[in-house]
């Protein structure tokens, strides 16, 4: 009898002990997300004049991040970095969602700024920033990937999404910037081109002038 009061007493103890680990390790991560989060928002209030070079807006800024988050993506590409807005609002997402950003970006000067700007934010360690041509470096990622955002060279747009989409998960989307320019050289072939595609939804989210088209991948053929 006395055993096996002592067996379930350290069972109790133990089972204890076990959700104390537990609810400590959670408070602490959510201590780790407010902080994160706080570092984001400030930097982002403190830079919200200084994206001209090349950058997205905020409103776009913010779509990117609410689809990661919805849909929770993980593996993510920016294909056209500049200083780093866009990869700033998805590497914010995917560091909630457990995620890891890659991002390319051509001009050496842009690409450091953009290191500069990603510690600063505090989210260097969810970004793998390379400094590439895209042309050459998309089609050499491995993949799979479940989160595209183009928002480089628009007459490369369509030669993008044919390199990446077999790589694409079904359920992911392969996202491209100023499209509503469609005057733009390679905007509207790219547009008609994923719109044809049966196994891809394609929509156009306008939160901001320029525009962003969103395929997601509905099957694999």
Same mark, same amino acid.
């Given at each position: ?57 905020? @409103? ?17 590409? /920016? ?73 480089? /060279? ?10 990446? @989409? ?43 002038? @320029? ?11």
């Amino acid at each position: 009898m006395k055993t096996k009061i002592s067996i379930r007493s350290f069972s109790i103890f133990f089972l204890l002990f076990s959700n104390l680990l537990v609810n400590t390790a959670l408070c602490e991560e959510a201590k780790i997300n407010i902080d994160l989060d706080a570092k984001v928002t400030g930097f982002l209030e403190s830079h919200r004049e200084q994206w001209a070079d090349w950058n997205i807006p905020e @409103a776009d800024g913010r779509v990117l991040y609410d689809l990661i988050i919805k849909n929770n993506y993980k593996n993510a590409v /920016d294909i056209g970095t500049s200083t780093g807005h866009s990869a700033i609002w998805m590497a914010w997402a995917l560091s909630k969602t457990g995620g890891r950003l890659i991002t390319i970006e051509i001009n050496e000067g842009r690409y450091k700024k953009a290191l500069t700007n990603f510690k600063e934010a505090g989210l260097s360690e969810y970004i793998d920033a390379r400094l590439a041509d895209a042309h050459e470096l998309v089609k050499n990622l491995e993949g799979p990937f479940d989160f595209i955002f183009s928002d480089a /060279d628009k007459e490369w747009y369509k030669n993008y999404f044919i390199a990446l @989409a077999p790589k694409l998960d079904v359920g992911g989307c392969f996202t491209a910037h100023n499209v509503s320019a469609d005057y733009v050289r390679g905007i509207a072939e790219f547009l008609e081109y994923v719109q044809s595609l049966s196994n891809f939804d394609t929509t156009i989210n306008r939160s901001s002038h @320029a525009g962003i088209s969103i395929s997601c991948k509905r099957a694999e053929k």
